[in-house]
């Protein structure tokens, strides 16, 4: 067995679910929202399934889902990619690995900040890599130059970013943004932007890509996710846009990981991408009333909310609550005692876990939220 896969436990997503569906908890762990996602977009799909083709789609996706990729970003957000830099995945996780894999040789160092996507860390070390850390520290989240100087070497290759953070739900200020240009054009790094959450943004934010920034067009790969854009996490389609340089290497791995997409999926994701502006703005309107809805119920409960300017989740900071436990032993308290459960942010670290805040996941419908915080009146 590889010793790297074989020392990994299960991710805690998934035993936090197990936990709740074995103890019938209210599941606020997994990031996945209540209801059906789009109906003219599952239409979509289930109309391309009966009456298109489902025999393999092209390895680098259809082309009405990479051009509908390229147009989307040039009205959300002025770029001005072409359908040939972008590549169709299953899912963005596929989309890590390949970028991972395709840019990785043994040796070179890759920053990453904690709190951490987890499948990022054994990624990179499968690959050969170095991951150098770099901690942050609630409630900001931020990344500063001197985090930077201390993990850069002349062996840096890669900077991953997750921004929008989960599980912080933070966004990368356009201060940090042009911080970590600044420091890839320098060290001739390149960055894998991990932009799932692009469009759960919130109180009127505005998301800002990597990959617009200076120098940082021939030097990003910039990874979306339609789950995440349509609630249908279970879809797993996601895409990589790079210049066609980096494109021509992702491919490769690519073509060896996934192959391809179900091309119904593909599809409907091109469809619900080309949706009118005003779709996209009444998804963040309606995660911005739940996200209201369950932060002001877990203040009124004398909780401590951290702020939440992105993703399906808010946290509690555990000490500013007056609760005397660490983030796991809350968190087992939590869905045993209370029944509900819930993520520790801990398990977003490879070291140096911060230990006082839990995240919660707001994207469930109200009756949801309301019997979770009356469930929550029992404090420990």
């Given amino acids: ?61 259809i082309p009405a889902l990479r051009e509908a990729v ?40 890759v920053v990453m900040f904690q709190p951490l996507y987890d499948a990022y860390w054994p990624l990179v070390v499968r690959a050969g890599g170095v991951p150098k850390l770099v901690g942050l520290e609630p409630p900001e989240w931020r990344i500063t130059a001197e985090a ?10 890669l900077v991953i970013l997750n921004s929008p953070l989960n ?41 800002r890509s990597l990959i617009g920034f200076p120098g940082m067009r021939e030097r990003t790969v910039k990874i979306g996710s339609a789950g995440k854009i349509f609630s249908l996490t279970g879809w797993k389609v996601g895409w990589m846009c790079a210049a066609p340089p980096l494109a021509a290497v992702l491919a490769k791995a690519h073509q060896f990981l996934t192959f391809t997409t179900p091309p119904n999926l593909q599809a409907a994701a091109a469809f619900g991408l080309a949706r009118d502006v005003r779709y996209f703005e009444e998804m963040r309107a309606a995660f911005q009333r ?19 300017a992105a993703t399906y989740f808010l946290s509690i900071d555990l000490s500013r609550s007056g609760v005397d436990m660490g983030d796991v032993a809350f968190c087992e308290w939590l869905v045993e005692e209370a029944g509900v459960a819930s993520i520790p942010v801990s398990a977003f670290y490879v070291e140096a876990p911060v230990t006082n805040v839990v995240r919660l996941c707001f994207a469930k419908a109200d009756a949801t939220l309301d019997e979770a915080l009356e469930r929550m009146r029992v404090r420990p």
Wanted: proline fraction near 5%.
């Fill in 290 to 308: 739940s996200r209201d809805r369950l932060a002001a119920g877990l203040t009124g409960l004398g909780y401590a909310v951290l702020p939440s």
């Fill in 167 to 207: 599980p912080t739900a933070t966004m990368a200020s356009n201060a940090e943004l042009a911080l970590l240009a600044d420091f890839c054009v320098a060290h001739d790094a390149i960055a894998i932007c991990d932009e799932v959450w692009e469009h759960v943004v919130f109180d009127g934010g505005v998301h």
């Fill in 1 to 61: 067995m590889n010793p790297l896969y074989a020392s990994l436990g299960t991710t805690i997503f998934e035993i936090m679910s197990a936990r709740a569906r074995a103890t019938g908890a209210i599941n606020l762990g997994q990031g996945f929202p209540d209801g059906r996602g789009p109906e003219d977009v599952l239409a979509e799909a289930a109309r391309a399934l009966i009456e298109e083709s489902n025999q393999y789609p092209p390895m680098l996706g």
């Fill in 148 to 157: 930077l100087s201390a993990v850069v070497s002349t062996r840096t290759k």
């Fill in 70 to 109: 390229a147009a989307h970003y040039a009205v959300h957000q002025g770029l001005d990619l072409i359908p040939a830099e972008v590549i169709v995945t299953s899912g963005a996780t596929e989309a890590l690995a390949a970028t991972i894999f395709a840019l990785i040789s043994p040796g070179d160092e």
